[in-house]
């Protein structure tokens, strides 16, 4: 079996050229005085903190590695050779351009050729890109492009359906819609009746 080399679907800005967590509450205290408020009055002044922490928790994809997920791989899968789809994979990510929270599912499905993943792993691998500054459709190709070069499947099939808070609670203000991405590689691509089996199954 030939073996792709990975391709590095992002580069995350290095640790080293980080600002400081000083740094980083600052600019907050910043924003909040620039939103016309006092950081330092008694309910905000520890906000700058839980601002902190919360965009380590939301961006931690930047120290996450997918190829290493999806690097403990299984060959022996008993002739199993239809796709492997998981459904209403949660998302919970934020926009390059507003840093707005986008949330939504993403449903994922692969072809397997000789490597088979641990399921959970398509979960974890949303989750990281999900938890990086994108657009829906980068996260869409991202998630393709670490599954196709790192399992060397037949297919990949991605759908990602989220609402973006910045058309929902701000601009255009239109609350109910959804963005839906889709791409579909190899065996999902070259057959119709394939791709309209995942979307099937991914719509219930
Ligand atoms: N294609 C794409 N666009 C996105 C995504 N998330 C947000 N956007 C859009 O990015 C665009 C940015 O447009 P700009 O005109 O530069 O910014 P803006 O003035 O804040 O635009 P409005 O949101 O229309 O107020 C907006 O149309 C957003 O709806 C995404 O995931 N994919
Ligand atoms: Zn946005």
Known sequence: ???????????????SNRPSREQALEAVRTLIAWAGDNPDRPGLIDTPKRVVDAYGEWFDGYDADAGKELSRTFEDVTGYDDMVILRDIEVESHCEHHLAPFLGKAYVAYLPGEKVVGISKLARVVEI????????ETLTNDIIDAIESHLQPKGVAVLVDAAHQ???????????????????????KDDPVLAERFLKLARG
């Not at 679907?9 to 640790?15: G, T």
């Open 129 to 136: 890109f999900a938890r990086r500054l994108q657009n829906q």
């Open 166 to 188: 910045c058309m929902t609670t701000r601009g255009v203000h239109h609350r109910h819609v959804s963005t839906i991405t889709t791409r579909f590689t190899g065996a999902f």
């Open 1 to 15: 079996m030939s073996s792709t080399p990975a391709k590095p679907v992002l580069v995350a800005n290095e640790a």
